[in-house]
C-alpha cells in the first residue's frame, strides 16, 4: 500500500491525531479489521471516526452501545408485536414476515451500497458477552435472519471502529481479531494544537498560562478525577468570556469548578495553591 | 524469518495468538511498514498487544529482539557512545534558536539528522548545530532545545519527541494495587445466572408469547423462562484493626467495591481481630458486645456462600495456636479458621499485606500457617482476579 492510497487517514480539520493515531487507522483498513480504541474519557474516542469518516468522505453509522444493548439489536430487530396487532385486525401482509424485520445498526452498514464507517461506540457498557456476540458477523461481513431466511452481506466491507473506555475487560477471541490501539492523554505540545483548533484566535500567553496550569492541576495526586480536554475547552471559554488578565490564570487558577467535578477535588487543589512548594507564586 | 520473536513475546506471557501473528505477517507482506523501523514496531504493537498495560511487556521484549539494531536509522557506534554520556554545559539556552527550532517540524529534522551524520566526525557538546550533548540543536540528548530528536542518553527534559525504548507505559502494569473501579470489574466475575441452573421456569417470556400467539392465529399461548438472575452469595470476613491499619484505605475500597457491586443474591459482612475465635463482630470497629457467635453465623449461612477473607495473616503465633493468657482453655485460632473453611466449599483469602514467608520471623510465623489451610492471593488486580476465579470454579 502506497502512502497515497485513497483510503488514507491523516487527521482532519477539526480535529489533531498523533502520528501513532494515525498510523493504526491506516493499518486497520489496509488489514480490514476493526479498530479497537481505548483511552481515558474525553481523549476523543468517538470524535475520531466521526473525523475518519470526514477525511476518507465516507458516510458514518453511529452505533451506541449501552447496558441493555444486546448484539442482535445491531444485526435486526422482529417486530413480533406490530405484527400481533396486525393479526388482531387482519391487516394485509401480515404473512409477509420481512415487513416485521428491521435491520440493526450493523445491518444497516452491511446493506448500504457504498463503504461506510461503522462507530460501535462504548462496547464496554454493554454485558460482559456482547462482543463475543459479534465475532462471527465482524469477521465474515454477514448474518442470518432465521425468521426470513435471509442472508444480509456486507457489499462493501465497512471500517469498523470501535472505542472502549476499558470498564470491562473484553474477552480474548475478540481481542485477537481488532487492531488496538490506546490514545494516550494529550501532551502539553498537542494540547496547545487542540485548544487551537478550538480557539483559533487565542492569545498564546493566554494559552501557555492556561495549559501550565491544566496540566499543573492534573499532576496532583490528590485529584481524583482529572479534568479532561472538554474541561480545558470549557475552562478557557470561561475565562475568555470573563476577561481575566493571562498573568492571574496560574496564580489563582480562577473558575476552577470548570475543570473539577468534585468537592474535594477542589478542596485539594486549594490545599495544594496554600503549600509552599506551590509552582506559580 | 522472525517467528522466534513470536516465542519470546509468549514466554514473556503476552498471549499472542496464532492469529494475530499471521495478521502482522500479512501487513508486512503488504509493506505497510514502508521500510521504516519505527513504523514496524507500531505496527507490531497494534496488531499484537490487546492492552496498555501490556505495552510496557512489549516493549522490553521488541527491545530484547531488536537489540542490536538502531532506533534511529543508521547512527555510527562511536556517536551512540559518546551521546551516552552526557555532560551538562549550563547557560546556553538560547530563545532564538529556540524559536527557530520550534518551526522545524518532524521531516525536516530528521533530514537534517541524515545530513548531520554525514557530516559530523566528532563529538559536541553543549553546542547548537552538531549532534550532541546538552546543547540547542534538535538532535542529541539532554538538550535544552525545545523538540527534536533524542539520539540515546536518557530523557532529562522529556522533550523530544521520537523517543525509542523508553517504556513509557510502566504505569499500566497490571501487578499495581486496585483502586475501587478496577475492583467492581473484577468482582462481576462473580457471577452464575439462574438461567444456567436448573431453576424453575417463572417468568413470562413476552417475546416469544407474543411470536407463539402470532403463529397461533391470535390464540394465546404462553412461553416462560428461567428468570435470569445472580444466584451468588458472598460473606466476607474481614481482619481488622492492629497491623491492618497500614491496609486501612485498600481495604475500605474493597469494602466500597463490594457494597457497590449489587449483584450478588446476598452479601455478609464479619469482622475479627487478628484471628477468628467463638465470636464475629459486626463491625469494623471490633467492639466487644456488637458481635454474635461464630457457630451462628455457620448454621445459618449454607455451604454455598462464597467465602472471601481478608487479612494480613501477621499476629503473633500464640493468637493462632493458642498459649497466650487471652485464649486460654479456648478453641484455638487455627482451629476456627479451619472449621470456618470447611464449612463452605469455596474459599479465598486476600492479602493486602507481604506474602512473603520469612522463616523466623515472628510475625511470619501465622502466614505460613494460614497458607497451608487457604487459598491465600495478594489484593492486587491479578490477584483478586485469580481469587474470584477460583470462587467460581466447580470442585
Known sequence: ?????????????????????????????????????KGEPGTGKTMLAQSVAKALGKKLVIWNIKSTTKAQDGLYVYDVVQRLYDGQFGNAGVDDVAKYVKLGKLGEAFSDDEQVILLIDEIDKADIEFPNDLLWELDRMEFYIPETGETIKAKQRPIVIITSNAEKELPDAFLRRCIFHYIEFPNEELMREIVKVHFPDIDENVLAQVTAAFYYVRSLKEIQKKPSTSEIIDWIQALTLSGIPAERITKEIPFAGVILKKNEDIDALERAKARSLFPFK | MFDSFLYLLRSKGLKVSMTEWMTLNEALDKGMTHASFSEFYYLCRSVL???????????????????????????????????????????????????????????????????????????????????????????????????????????????????????????????????????????????????????????????????????????????????????????????????????????????????????????????????????????????????????????????????????????????????????????????????????????????????????????????????????????????????????????
Not at chain 1, 15 to 32: G, H, P, Q, T, W
Not at chain 2, 209 to 231: C, F, Q
Not at chain 2, 298 to 305: A, F, I, Q, V
Not at chain 2, 325 to 351: A, E, P, R
Open chain 2, 49 to 395: 498487544v490487546k492492552s496498555e498495560s501490556e505495552f510496557d511487556k512489549f516493549d522490553g521484549a521488541f527491545l530484547e529482539f531488536f537489540k542490536d539494531i538502531n532506533f534511529l536509522e543508521d547512527i555510527p557506534e562511536e556517536l551512540m557512545n559518546w551521546l551516552n554520556k552526557p555532560q551538562e554545559t549550563p547557560g546556553n539556552y538560547d530563545e532564538e534558536i529556540a524559536r527557530q527550532n520550534l518551526k522545524l517540524d518532524y521531516e525536516r529534522i530528521e533530514q537534517m539528522l541524515r545530513e548531520r551524520i554525514a557530516e559530523q566526525d566528532s563529538e559536541h557538546n553543549g553546542g547548537k548545530y552538531w549532534v550532541g550533548t546538552g546543547g540547542m540543536s534538535v538532535f542529541g540528548n539532554s538538550g535544552k532545545g525545545p523538540n527534536g530528536i533524542r539520539v540515546g542518553g536518557e530523557s532529562q527534559h522529556k522533550r523530544a519527541f521520537r523517543v525509542a525504548g523508553e517504556r513509557h507505559f510502566k504505569d499500566f502494569s497490571e501487578d499495581k494495587v486496585l483502586d475501587t473501579r478496577q475492583m467492581q470489574i473484577a468482582l462481576r466475575t462473580l457471577r452464575q445466572y439462574s438461567t444456567k441452573t436448573d431453576a424453575p421456569k417463572t417468568e413470562l417470556n413476552i417475546d416469544e408469547t407474543i411470536e407463539e400467539t402470532g403463529n397461533n392465529a391470535g390464540r394465546l399461548s404462553l412461553v416462560y423462562d428461567r428468570p435470569r438472575k445472580n444466584t451468588v452469595k458472598v460473606v466476607v470476613m474481614m481482619d481488622s484493626g492492629g497491623s491492618m491499619d497500614y491496609y486501612r484505605k485498600l481495604c475500605s475500597q474493597l469494602f466500597t467495591a463490594l457494597r457497590k457491586s449489587n449483584h450478588f443474591k446476598d452479601l455478609k459482612f464479619y469482622y475479627f481481630h487478628n484471628s477468628i475465635y467463638e465470636r464475629l463482630y459486626t463491625d469494623g470497629e471490633c467492639i466487644p458486645g456488637r458481635w454474635v457467635d461464630t457457630d451462628t453465623v455457620l448454621n445459618t449461612l449454607s455451604s454455598d456462600y462464597k467465602l472471601i477473607i481478608v487479612g494480613d495473616a501477621a499476629m503473633a503465633p500464640y493468637e493462632l495456636f493458642g498459649g497466650g493468657y487471652y485464649n486460654y482453655g479456648k478453641t484455638n485460632g487455627i482451629d476456627w479458621f479451619f472449621k470456618v473453611k470447611h464449612h463452605f466449599t469455596h474459599s479465598v483469602w486476600l492479602n493486602p499485606g507481604e506474602m512473603q514467608y520469612v522463616y523466623g520471623n515472628y510475625w511470619r510465623e501465622t502466614l505460613g500457617a494460614l497458607q497451608k489451610v487457604f487459598d491465600m492471593y495478594p489484593l492486587t488486580v491479578n490477584g483478586l482476579e485469580s481469587a474470584l476465579k477460583k470462587l467460581m470454579v466447580n470442585r
Open chain 1, 1 to 37: 500500500m502506497s502512502k497515497d492510497n485513497l483510503n488514507s487517514f491523516s487527521g482532519s480539520n477539526d480535529y489533531v491525531a498523533s502520528e501513532e493515531l494515525m498510523r493504526a487507522v491506516n493499518i486497520a483498513v489496509a488489514l480490514e479489521k476493526p479498530l479497537l480504541i
